[in-house]
């Protein structure tokens, strides 16, 4: 490939900003990054609620260690706590799952012992165990994740739980309802009655415990634009459609139309909007249409959003070492 051709990038989020960085190091020098909004970082935006900063968008690093890029960046940076750099932090293999101390509170206001939930706890994360196990396996026995684990439930309550007594087996019940709603929150879906269940065991996790940016996740950002020319970015420019050919067809270059009426021409277009918005626009965002194969990706990969809810307290009401708060919501069987 030429590095004298036009790229135009559209979005200057993470990948955005990514791809703009690994171009020019290889020595592309005619690049454009067009970016709707007002900043850079897309998702990752750090904010604050009184003293304390607060993620908005992304969190945490999942799998800080050697093959991990953002924790190679952070590190360069030097945008970790010492803990977090440490050999033994990165060996950590949490599975996707993080070791952190809990609190349980039932619906009703009441602080809940762990060691009255663990044995719920304890069946969850062998059903996980178990349903990892189906990649590699053919005829699975349901469809998804969310049919499985209720099957299964139900079979255990009738074995297991049968000589216990109404209220610590509905507490279990509770517990493991809160657990569903935990694990959809780390497969980023709505239900898991979504999650197919041969698919589940093909997400592989990197080792290492999840850290966070002390000073904000925003931090990354900042030193990765710092770090491109100045002008490379055009914000507040919403792009309007792609016009792109078949190069085998058409050897004309493509032309990316803006919403303020701007036409760029490009001989390379990098896009790196999220799945989500291309499941919506992407009928008026390309012309001609993409080419079916692509077009049914889209619709076949799934999307899902965790949302987030900041919430400030005169004092705490959990315990000091606390690092997650679990709700048991009284009478929610799922």
Request: with cysteine; hydrophobic share 35%; net charge negative.
């Given at each position: 490939?030429?590095?004298?051709?036009?790229?135009?990038?559209?979005?200057?989020?993470?990948?955005?900003?990514?791809?703009?960085?690994?171009?020019?190091?290889?020595?592309?020098?005619?690049?454009?990054?067009?970016?709707?909004?007002?900043?850079?970082?897309?998702?990752?935006?750090?904010?604050?609620?009184?003293?304390?900063?607060?993620?908005?968008?992304?969190?945490?690093?999942?799998?800080?260690?050697?093959?991990n890029?953002?924790?190679?960046?952070a590190?360069?940076y030097?945008?970790?706590?010492?803990?977090?750099?440490?050999?033994?932090?990165?060996?950590?293999?949490?599975?996707?799952?993080?070791?952190?101390?809990?609190?349980?509170?039932?619906?009703?206001?009441?602080?809940?012992?762990?060691?009255?939930?663990?044995?719920?706890?304890?069946?969850?994360?062998?059903?996980?165990?178990?349903?990892?196990?189906?990649?590699?396996?053919?005829g699975?026995?349901?469809?998804?994740?969310?049919?499985?684990?209720?099957?299964?439930?139900k079979?255990?309550?009738?074995?297991?739980?049968?000589?216990?007594?109404?209220?610590?087996?509905?507490?279990?019940?509770?517990?493991?309802?809160?657990?569903?709603?935990?694990?959809?929150?780390?497969?980023?879906?709505?239900?898991?009655?979504?999650?197919?269940?041969?698919?589940?065991?093909?997400?592989?996790?990197?080792?290492?415990?999840?850290?966070?940016?002390?000073?904000?996740?925003?931090?990354?950002?900042?030193?990765?634009?710092?770090?491109l020319?100045?002008?490379?970015?055009?914000?507040?420019?919403?792009?309007?459609?792609?016009?792109?050919?078949?190069?085998?067809?058409?050897?004309t270059?493509?032309?990316?139309?803006?919403?303020?009426?701007?036409?760029?021409?490009?001989?390379?277009?990098?896009?790196?909007?999220?799945?989500?918005?291309?499941?919506?626009?992407?009928?008026?965002?390309?012309?001609?249409?993409?080419?079916?194969?692509?077009?049914?990706?889209?619709?076949?990969?799934?999307?899902?959003t965790?949302?987030?809810?900041?919430?400030?307290?005169?004092?705490?009401?959990?315990?000091?070492?606390?690092?997650?708060?679990?709700?048991?919501?009284?009478?929610?069987?799922?």
């Amino acid at each position: 490939m030429a590095t004298n051709g036009n790229i135009v990038i559209i979005g200057c989020g993470i990948s955005g900003i990514a791809a703009a960085h690994k171009l020019l190091k290889n020595g592309f020098r005619n690049v454009k990054v067009l970016e709707a909004t007002a900043r850079s970082g897309g998702r990752i935006k750090t904010g604050r609620l009184g003293d304390a900063l607060v993620e908005i968008g992304a969190n945490w690093i999942h799998g800080p260690s050697e093959e991990n890029p953002v924790f190679c960046l952070a590190r360069q940076y030097e945008l970790l706590e010492p803990k977090a750099l440490t050999p033994e932090n990165q060996a950590i293999d949490v599975g996707g799952h993080p070791h952190w101390i809990p609190n349980f509170f039932s619906s009703s206001g009441q602080k809940l012992n762990t060691e009255d939930v663990f044995p719920a706890q304890e069946v969850f994360a062998e059903l996980l165990d178990e349903i990892s196990e189906f990649q590699n396996q053919k005829g699975e026995p349901c469809a998804s994740v969310g049919e499985f684990i209720r099957l299964k439930v139900k079979e255990g309550e009738a074995e297991k739980w049968k000589y216990i007594d109404p209220a610590t087996r509905s507490l279990y019940l509770c517990v493991i309802s809160n657990m569903l709603k935990v694990e959809c929150c780390v497969n980023g879906a709505h239900s898991l009655d979504e999650v197919g269940l041969g698919a589940y065991g093909q997400y592989k996790t990197l080792p290492g415990q999840d850290c966070t940016f002390p000073d904000g996740f925003e931090g990354l950002v900042k030193n990765l634009m710092s770090e491109l020319p100045d002008g490379l970015v055009t914000y507040n420019c919403p792009v309007r459609c792609v016009h792109w050919s078949d190069a085998e067809k058409n050897k004309t270059s493509a032309v990316v139309e803006c919403e303020n009426g701007e036409r760029i021409p490009a001989d390379h277009i990098i896009v790196t909007v999220p799945l989500g918005y291309l499941k919506r626009h992407h009928s008026t965002l390309f012309r001609p249409p993409l080419p079916l194969h692509k077009l049914h990706t889209i619709q076949r990969l799934g999307f899902g959003t965790n949302n987030k809810i900041f919430v400030e307290f005169d004092a705490p009401w959990w315990d000091a070492d606390c690092e997650v708060i679990h709700l048991i919501w009284e009478d929610e069987v799922k």
